[in-house]
């Protein structure tokens, strides 16, 4: 696998995102990682600058199976330091000088956590995200506490992972804190329902969301509409440029819904 080399960060707004549709097996750890790598190699060479995988990618999501218990749950999670497929993602990134949000259960002294490890251009673990709203089978993951922006390159993002969706506070959150990009590693609800919800979020909160779900990739904009969508049964991807200058120039526009909001008035 060659190396690629990014356009020069200073070349402008553009950013080129990888949306990985594949579907997991629940459990198989070691076949799930080895589709993620073929899809990787596949999509290697196409010039994104981040790729996004489906929520819990690595264990396919187990802890939505009634019978595996919390305890069960935790076997399965990794510790980022010590996993040999996050040492290979890591190289991945350092060869293709991009990031990678990868969904998968993190083992930690709390518990388990449904965890986005964000990996950098240099395959250094720039952060992670721990999923904050969790409802039902979800509810054997320890929670996260925070919504915290990743600082890139091509400036700050946010993550929140499927259901953290349906709370607006989420994504107005990251926005005040200065997100352009929201990047969402998803499992459950997609389709028509799901496509107005994003829509409906990028626009109150002038922010581009990138979804990354098993069977749906979509890429709802600032002004509140589809710019990319791909649905499909079939393992696949989708690649689309966003423009960042688009958030901008809404946030900085005379009616921006961000800067006029009144906070004192929502108490």
């Given at each position: ?21 594949i579907?997991?097996e ?49 076997s399965?999670g ?117 496509e ?65 909001r ?6």
């Amino acid at each position: 696998m060659a190396a690629r080399k990014r356009r020069p960060e200073t070349s402008g707004s553009i950013v080129r995102v990888c949306l990985l549709k594949i579907k997991p097996e629940k459990g198989t750890q070691e076949q799930n990682f080895a589709r993620l790598a073929a899809a990787l190699e596949t999509t290697h060479g196409l010039g994104a600058d981040v790729f996004v995988t489906p929520e819990c990618y690595l264990d396919g999501y187990i802890a939505a199976d009634a019978a595996v218990t919390r305890e069960a749950l935790s076997s399965l999670g990794i510790v980022p330091e010590q996993s040999r497929y996050v040492r290979a993602l890591k190289d991945f990134c350092k060869k293709s000088c991009a990031w990678l949000v990868f969904g998968c259960t993190e083992a930690t002294a709390e518990g388990p956590k449904n965890a986005a490890l964000i990996l950098d251009r240099q395959g250094a673990l720039a952060g992670t995200y721990h999923k904050v709203h969790l409802q039902s089978h979800d509810r054997k993951f320890s929670a996260g506490r925070s919504l915290p922006v990743f600082q890139s390159d091509f400036g700050a993002f946010g993550v929140m992972i499927c259901a953290d969706r349906r709370w607006p506070e989420t994504t107005r959150t990251l926005a005040l804190k200065g997100a352009r990009v929201i990047f969402v590693p998803s499992y459950g609800m997609h389709g028509e329902g799901n496509e107005r919800m994003m829509r409906t979020r990028s626009y109150e909160s002038e922010v581009f969301i990138c979804f990354a779900h098993p069977e749906e990739s979509l890429i709802t904009n600032p002004t509140g509409e589809s710019e990319a969508r791909l649905v499909s049964s079939c393992d696949g991807y989708l690649l689309h440029d966003i423009d960042l200058a688009a958030v901008d120039a809404l946030r900085n526009a005379e009616s921006s819904h961000l800067k006029d909001r009144v906070p004192d008035a929502y108490a």
